[in-house]
């Protein structure tokens, strides 16, 4: 993993020098040593600031609801008693709240606490949902809410979270927040559009499938909250109309280097650090990004491939299937297109963020999650 | 029917007369002779003002929840062919507007369109996440979403409506807007809660559910959204905010009292009319209010429905379990609670528009609900 990581970076440093020429203040990875610490204090910070929020919105529930959501978050065992603990990265809320910092300073990311909150509250009804529809049984190392409290319970936790969220927005009296709750109300929409798109593709037949429905999957279903974050973070900054689009673009472009990342560690990354046992999505015949890559390379491991994925998988398959993406040049160019991404991540916000100190935080945001297993 | 209706009524009358005693503008349903023909042209004139809002609403999204939603609305086909239409009766946007007519005049009433669409998208999310998870096969006569496009997309294209509904009040720049859609997501908190005990009481024993949890339950699920629908047109008339609570209220107990005829008709109504089977809920050991009204009766056909009720329904068993129902006084109890549950329900509306001509609109539409087999 190292040695992709090293090759994403200098990717993204390549990329930053060709494309971003015309922009002195183009932030490249390379101007700003960021280590996975400072990602990780950043990530802590906006945890320590978003939970009270989270906390209380989730403390408002009535009961039968309140359980299952203190569940997912990790706050409660299924029985109740109180958990450790484990709501996730907070990848979200921190970048509303770097993006409020990075365009309007601290007072801006103070405000966008409880616009920050309601995205992850907005991430975590889809993630529910999400795991009803696709059977999905453990999240975040635990088994998933509706296996424990059954599908009706899960809708329904997912359904109040998603009322939650827009409700802070609507309480929230900061000029801003109908802005910001009218745009994460068309995230969800779009969130909703990337959810059914893949659950269509895993339906194709293998040689069905296009690397831009595929890319336009990935961009929808986890692009769309990622950009949705760094907008409003930048709308709670008073930022004008092109800086917030910028952010939205920056906040698309990091969130499907992600992706791609997220499917490289999937076939050939650490589960250890994950979490994901390696390969799992090739044994699921997941039509992933480097998969749909492989498969519409037009080389002749392509053919292998789709055979492979023609019929189930079949107990010692996994090595042949790996070798096959990875001959079909699907590794390769998920990490170019992770690279090239981040270039583009890079470009937006540059444009909107001229102050690389300022930009810092959002830089190692974007530079940790397209760097996870480190 | 006649006869039940005409019983209402009356007891609506007597209760006002009674309890509005210190309200000398109380409306009774004695001065306002409404008949059907009023409430279908309120009804109507409701619907024509909000579907161009609803249509343009459901156009708005991507193609595969678009079809599932213009289906469930009754605009599409399953095939995508257009199809005449039978989108519901329009009771709670019709309420929005009729509240905010009331307290606020025509103007008030056409500012309010965007929030009856509101109300009315919330109504319809519900119905395609209540008909997934009850396993619902039947809405208006038709097969439910779930049944044509699956389980997913059904969830999709509700999760899909609850965003809609809160972007169109974020992006209405009325000054009540906000306030309104905090109270919409509220309800929505509301509607799951109720939908969760409602599943919670079906698999109970029977003669463990109070009469208070299911009333609790009936006014959670029903009653809120009715409440919520009132509240909104008394937002956006500018009311203050205790007639936003009485408007709220009356919505409430008219919900209520709705649910109580519901029931009643679903055990002795006319099939023909309300597209329900008699009998329906009965088989499938619904504990209805009527129902757990007679089991916890403490009457010996109380004990009998119990037995009925602690197995499942076997051919021929019918007629015994009504006439259980009706010896242990379900249905005399049905009766007389929705009598005067309307009769609070007059008591609130007086309370926020005392002149009886501007609460006709509403006085209608309340009569309409309880008596829909007319």
């Known amino acids: 993993m190292a040695e992709f990581m090293t090759e994403t970076k200098q990717g993204v440093g390549a990329q930053s020098t060709g494309q971003c020429a015309g922009h002195p203040s183009g932030h490249s990875a390379g101007a700003h040593p960021l280590d996975g610490h400072e990602a990780g204090v950043?990530?802590?910070?906006?945890?320590?600031?978003?939970?009270?929020?989270?906390r209380s919105a989730l403390e408002s529930l009535p009961g039968s609801m309140r359980r299952v959501a203190l569940y997912h978050f990790g706050w409660e065992q299924a029985d109740g008693s109180p958990a450790a603990g484990n709501a996730g990265k907070a990848i979200r809320p921190a970048l509303v709240l770097a993006a409020a910092a990075a365009l309007g300073g601290p007072g801006a990311r103070t405000a966008a606490v409880r616009a920050a909150a309601a995205v992850e509250l907005i991430h975590?009804?889809?993630?529910?949902?999400?795991?009803?529809?696709?059977?999905?049984?453990t999240r975040r190392h635990r088994a998933t809410a509706w296996t424990v409290f059954g599908d009706a319970?899960?809708?329904?936790?997912?359904?109040?979270?998603?009322?939650?969220?827009?409700?802070?927005l609507a309480e929230d009296p900061h000029p801003a927040s109908a802005r910001a709750a009218a745009r994460l109300a068309d995230c969800v929409v779009e969130l909703c559009a990337g959810q059914h798109a893949d659950t269509a593709l895993e339906l194709c037949r293998p040689g069905d499938?296009?690397?831009?429905?595929?890319?336009?999957?990935?961009?929808?279903?986890?692009?769309a909250l990622l950009g949705c974050a760094?907008?409003?973070?930048?709308?709670?900054?008073?930022?004008?109309?092109?800086?917030?689009?910028?952010?939205?673009a920056f906040g698309r472009e990091a969130g499907l280097a992600f992706q791609l990342i997220d499917d490289v560690i999937g076939i050939w990354g650490d589960p250890g650090n994950t979490g994901k046992p390696v390969g799992a999505d090739l044994v699921a015949r997941k039509k992933s990004l480097p998969v749909v890559a492989a498969l519409t390379s037009g080389t002749p491991a392509a053919g292998e491939l789709a055979e492979l994925y023609g019929v189930p998988y079949e107990e010692g398959d996994l090595e042949r299937t790996v070798l096959a993406?990875?001959?079909?040049?699907g590794r390769d160019w998920a990490q170019v297109q992770a690279a090239d991404r981040m270039a583009r991540a890079m470009q937006e916000l540059a444009r909107a963020?001229?102050?690389?100190?300022a930009a810092g935080?959002?830089?190692?945001?974007?530079?940790?999650?397209?760097?996870?297993?480190?």
């Open 42 to 54: 950043i990530l802590e910070r906006a945890r320590t600031s978003v939970d009270p929020e989270l």
């Open 124 to 137: 975590n009804f889809t993630l529910l949902h999400d795991d009803v529809m696709d059977r999905d049984t």
């Open 153 to 168: 319970d899960a809708i329904l936790a997912g359904d109040a979270l998603q009322a939650l969220a827009l409700r802070l």
């Open 209 to 223: 499938v296009t690397l831009d429905e595929a890319l336009a999957m990935a961009e929808a279903k986890t692009g």
């Open 230 to 248: 760094c907008a409003l973070g930048a709308l709670y900054a008073g930022a004008p109309e092109e800086d917030v689009e910028a952010l939205d």
């Open 325 to 329: 993406v990875e001959r079909a040049g």
């Open 353 to 357: 963020v001229s102050d690389p100190e």
């Open 361 to 374: 935080g959002l830089l190692a945001l974007a530079e940790f999650v397209t760097r996870r297993s480190n």
